[in-house]
C-alpha cells in the first residue's frame, strides 16, 4: 500500500486566526504536520534503502507527517490505532492500552491501587476494543493491517 492509500478525515486548514495554544512549539517550528513529515523523512534518508520499510502513523495526528515519511522513503504506511483504558471513575488515568493486531499492555500498579475488579476492567475493554475496531475500519477501510514481522518499523 502506498503511502495515499490511507483515509484520513478531512483536515481544515485554518487561514486566519491565532494557532491554539496547545501547538505554540509546532508553530515555530513547523509550517503543518506535512511540513514536520517532510522535514523528519530528510533525517531518516539513511533508512530509505532498508528492505520491507513500514510506517505506522498513529491517528490523527502522526498520520499527516507518517504519509510524507513513507513517500519520501519510499515506504509502505499504514495506520497503528492504540485506545487508552481509562479508568470508569477517572477516565484519563490509564490502567492499560490496547492497539491493532491485539497488542494489549498493563498498568498493574494502577489496576492494584485502584481496586478494579475483573468485570469493571473486562467492561472497559470490551468498549474500547470496539472503539478501536470502528477507527480501523474508519482508518483503513477493509484493508488488513500490514504484518510487521520481521520489518524496520518507523511509528509517529
Keep these: 500500500m502506498c503511502a495515499r492509500n490511507?483515509?484520513?478525515p478531512p483536515v481544515r486548514k485554518r487561514t486566519t486566526g491565532p494557532r491554539p495554544a496547545y501547538a505554540p512549539c509546532m508553530s515555530a517550528l513547523f509550517e503543518d504536520r506535512e511540513d514536520a513529515g517532510r522535514r523528519l523523512a530528510s533525517s531518516l534518508m539513511?533508512?530509505?534503502?532498508?528492505p520491507g520499510l513500514l510506517v505506522l502513523g498513529l491517528p490523527r495526528g502522526g498520520?499527516?507527517?507518517?504519509?510524507?515519511?513513507?513517500?519520501a522513503l519510499g515506504a509502505e504506511l499504514d495506520v497503528l490505532v492504540v485506545r487508552?483504558?481509562?479508568?470508569?471513575?477517572?477516565?484519563?488515568?490509564a490502567m492499560g492500552a490496547i492497539a491493532s493486531?491485539?497488542?494489549q499492555v498493563l498498568n498493574s500498579?494502577?489496576?492494584?491501587?485502584a481496586g478494579v475488579d475483573t468485570d469493571t476492567f473486562q467492561r472497559v475493554l470490551a468498549r474500547e476494543?470496539?472503539?478501536?475496531a470502528r477507527r480501523e475500519r474508519l482508518f483503513r477501510g477493509e484493508r488488513a493491517p500490514i504484518d510487521v514481522s520481521a520489518r524496520t518499523v518507523i511509528v509517529i
Design 46 to 50: 539513511h533508512h530509505a534503502r532498508t
Design 129 to 132: 476494543r470496539e472503539e478501536l
Design 84 to 93: 487508552k483504558l481509562g479508568l470508569p471513575w477517572q477516565p484519563e488515568l
Design 101 to 103: 493486531g491485539g497488542a
Design 63 to 71: 498520520v499527516p507527517v507518517a504519509a510524507e515519511v513513507a513517500r
Design 109 to 113: 500498579e494502577v489496576l492494584e491501587l
Design 6 to 8: 490511507i483515509a484520513r
